[in-house]
């Protein structure tokens, strides 16, 4: 099953659940707009090459549609369908006046020079400029992409438009109209869910093992703070595998020789494993920070954490959500574990808008707060309707959306 497919399945099971109206039903099946685009750009060696670019506005009946840009060698049109179907339902479960978007090409950053990926960047933004602008639709990070890509979007759309628009993308450097935060959003977020789900099973953070697969944005930050909060990160991995100690992995210093270019595999007094051995291990908190289809069917059953936050994006295949949701694993879906950083997105549109930022402290509460509340109505309503944390969290974000659809009618 792909990914798209797998997304949609579970659009199914929660259309039934809620007795989804099948006007609406159908229209939500399917992405609003689709826009494929060339981008061709010179490479450093001189020749030209052109890389696919993708953005799919999923629906906007909420508001503006948000969503991030990856650079990825898997980014294909269907994967980013599923993913805009996946904002849209993140930001209605978040309850953001926003509808669902993603975009993407298809590349490996990781074999181009920076002077390439500002190419690439400027490039796509051109040929998706006339769908994306701070009423329209709301690029933002994602995966191999950062506050400089967001910069030169930022400035490319400007330079095009001829003023400055600080609106038009979030996750920008803050001297660009960057809020403070938002780097972090992501992984605080998922931090907090982490808290929030200990409290669930009746644990505490001090002493809690944790497993974390993926170590880019999400990742690391989730480890730090949880390692800040005397959690022992037990292993941690990347694309090319991970690292294990039983006795808890230092994370400051594993971050800190990180930036200094060395690769995960080569910290000290560590085991290698492969990101399967990760996902099996014997520990209390498991986060899927990486890619989509990551536990599936063949080591779901495999799994021994009790909680399972999702800093990633689709991470969990339907079949795996049925086998864990069967043995009591308290799974933390993706559109409620790594919305602080779609949510950090909002407070950073709107001081653009009003050309007035706020305070960190501020941001931080007020993410706490939106996540913690959600977190709760998921769990209400999970444990009320006998359904997973999943389902119960698609309920509550299509309703909203349909509800918005059905007030606004079907135009003409
Ligand atoms: N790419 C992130 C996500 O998947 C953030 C999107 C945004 O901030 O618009 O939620």
């Known amino acids: 099953m792909s990914?798209?497919?797998?997304?949609?399945?579970?659009?199914?099971?929660v259309a039934d659940k809620i007795k989804l109206d099948n006007g609406i039903r159908e229209r939500l099946r399917y992405p609003k707009r689709a826009l494929i685009v060339s981008v061709p750009i010179e490479m450093d060696t001189g020749i030209v090459k052109v890389f696919k670019g993708y953005r799919v506005q999923h629906d906007i009946a909420l508001g503006p549609s948000k969503g991030g840009i990856r650079y990825h060698p898997n980014v294909s049109l269907e994967e980013v369908t599923a993913l805009a179907m996946l904002m849209s339902l993140k930001c209605a479960l978040v309850q953001l006046p926003y509808g669902g978007a993603k975009g993407g090409i298809c590349c490996n950053p990781k074999e181009m020079s920076q002077k390439e990926i500002e190419r690439i960047t400027r490039r796509y933004t051109t040929e998706i400029i006339w769908a994306i602008g701070p009423e329209e639709d709301i690029p933002a990070p994602d995966i191999n992409t950062n506050m400089q890509t967001m910069a030169w979007m930022m400035d490319t759309y400007s330079m095009q438009k001829g003023h400055t628009i600080l609106g038009v993308v979030t996750g920008k450097p803050l001297v660009l109209g960057g809020s403070l935060g938002r780097e972090e959003g992501t992984g605080r977020g998922v931090f907090y869910m982490v808290e929030e789900s200990t409290k669930v099973i009746g644990g505490k953070l001090r002493g809690l093992t944790v497993a974390i697969q993926g170590f880019g944005n999400v990742g690391s930050i989730a480890a730090r703070l949880l390692f800040e909060k005397g959690c022992k990160v037990i292993a941690v991995s990347g694309s090319k595998g991970g690292i294990y100690n039983k006795g808890g992995i230092n994370i400051k210093?594993?971050?800190?020789?990180?930036?200094?270019?060395?690769?995960?595999?080569?910290?000290?007094?560590?085991?290698?494993?492969?990101?399967?051995?990760?996902?099996?291990?014997?520990?209390?908190?498991?986060?899927?920070?990486?890619?989509?289809?990551?536990?599936?069917?063949?080591?779901?059953?495999?799994?021994?954490?009790?909680?399972?936050?999702?800093?990633?994006?689709?991470?969990?295949?339907?079949?795996?959500?049925?086998?864990?949701?069967?043995?009591?694993?308290?799974?933390?879906?993706?559109?409620?574990?790594?919305?602080?950083?779609?949510?950090?997105?909002?407070?950073?549109?709107?001081?653009?808008?009003?050309?007035?930022?706020w305070k960190e402290r501020e941001i931080m509460q007020r993410l706490r707060e939106i996540m913690a509340n959600i977190f709760n109505s998921v769990l209400s309503l999970s444990r009320e309707k006998k359904v997973d944390m999943r389902t119960a969290a698609w309920m509550l974000g299509v309703s909203r959306i349909s509800e918005a659809q059905k007030s606004r009618g079907l135009y003409p």
Do not use: M
Request: proline share 3%.
């Open 3 to 13: 990914f798209l497919e797998s997304v949609l399945e579970q659009y199914e099971i």
């Open 253 to 357: 210093n594993l971050i800190q020789h990180i930036n200094e270019n060395k690769e995960i595999a080569d910290f000290q007094n560590v085991n290698t494993i492969t990101n399967e051995e990760l996902l099996a291990l014997d520990c209390d908190v498991l986060i899927p920070a990486a890619i989509e289809g990551q536990i599936n069917k063949h080591n779901a059953k495999g799994i021994k954490a009790k909680i399972i936050v999702e800093g990633a994006n689709g991470p969990t295949t339907p079949e795996a959500d049925k086998i864990l949701y069967g043995r009591d694993v308290l799974l933390i879906p993706d559109i409620l574990a790594n919305s602080g950083g779609v949510i950090i997105s909002y407070f950073e549109w709107v001081q653009d808008l009003q050309f007035y930022f």
